[in-house]
C-alpha cells in the first residue's frame, strides 16, 4: 500500500514570503500521480497543482510550483509570494492508476499560517 | 465553486441511527468518489462509483454501503452509526475513470455528528 508523509504539522509565513511544505511517499510504482489540495477554514478541497510521474518536469501554477524528484520519492509544493488567502490545510495525495481506480491517498496535511 | 454538490451541510444524529449522504457530481463528470475526513484518521478514501458501477472500495466498514444512480447522482448510506463515525464527508467527481487529466473535483462536505 502507498503511503504519504507530511512531516510538518503546522508552518507560519510572513505574507509576500516564500514556503516550502514537505511530502515524501512510498510507492513501489513506476507510474503515478501527485496533487497538492488546499483546504482552507470553509473546508473546502481545493486542487492546487498536480503532476504526472513519468513527467520530468516540475509543474508551475502561478504562484505554486513544485519540486518533484522521483528517485528520492519526494515531492514539495513552493508558494511564492504568499498572500493571506492562502491560509489553509494543505494536503499532499497520491494516485496509482490501474484495475481501473483512481482512489487518492492523502498525506496528514500541513496547517499554513500566513501573517500580515 | 467546484459544481459538485452535496447535501445535507450538517447532519446530527444519535447513535445505532441510519443516515443518507447524498451527492450530485459536476455536469459531464461520471466518476463519483467518497472520502471521510476525520481527526484520527484523516483523509480515507472509501468508495468510487463510475457511470453507475462500483470501481474500487477503500476503506469502507460494512455498515456504510454507496450507489450511484442513473442520473449519476450518489448515495452514501451509513447504518448503526457509532461516535467514531463522527467525521466530515465528501464527494468528489471525475469526468472519467480518473487520472492526473481527470482530477477529482470535491464538494463541500457534509458534517456528521454522532451524539
Known amino acids: 500500500a502507498q503511503t504519504v508523509t507530511q512531516s510538518q504539522p503546522e508552518m507560519s509565513v510572513q505574507e509576500a514570503e516564500t514556503v516550502t511544505l514537505s511530502c515524501t511517499y512510498d510507492t513501489s510504482e513506476n507510474n503515478y500521480y501527485l496533487f497538492w489540495y488546499k483546504q482552507p477554514p470553509s473546508r473546502q478541497m481545493i486542487l492546487v497543482i498536480r503532476q504526472e510521474a513519468y513527467k520530468q518536469q516540475n509543474a508551475t501554477e502561478n504562484r505554486f510550483s513544485v519540486n518533484f524528484q522521483k528517485a528520492a520519492k519526494s515531492f514539495s509544493l513552493k508558494i511564492s509570494d504568499s498572500q493571506l488567502g492562502d491560509t489553509a490545510m494543505y494536503f499532499c495525495?497520491?494516485?496509482?492508476?490501474?484495475?481501473?481506480?483512481?482512489?487518492?491517498?492523502f498525506g496528514k496535511g500541513t496547517k499554513l499560517s500566513v501573517i500580515p | 465553486d467546484s459544481g459538485v454538490t452535496q447535501t445535507p451541510k450538517h447532519l446530527i444524529t444519535a447513535t445505532g441511527q441510519r443516515v443518507t449522504l447524498r451527492c450530485s457530481p459536476r455536469s459531464g463528470d461520471l466518476s463519483v468518489y467518497w472520502y471521510q475526513q476525520s481527526l484520527d484518521q484523516g483523509l480515507q478514501f472509501l468508495i468510487q462509483y463510475y457511470n453507475g458501477e462500483e470501481r474500487a472500495k477503500g476503506n469502507i466498514l460494512e455498515r456504510f454501503s454507496a450507489q450511484q444512480f442513473p442520473d449519476l447522482h450518489s448515495e452514501l448510506n451509513l447504518s448503526s452509526l457509532e461516535l467514531g463515525d463522527s467525521a466530515l464527508y465528501f464527494c468528489a467527481s471525475s469526468e472519467g475513470i480518473g487520472g492526473a487529466n481527470q482530477p477529482q473535483h470535491f464538494g463541500d462536505g457534509t458534517r456528521l455528528s454522532i451524539l
Open positions: 495525495a497520491f494516485m496509482k492508476p490501474g484495475a481501473g481506480s483512481y482512489q487518492l491517498t
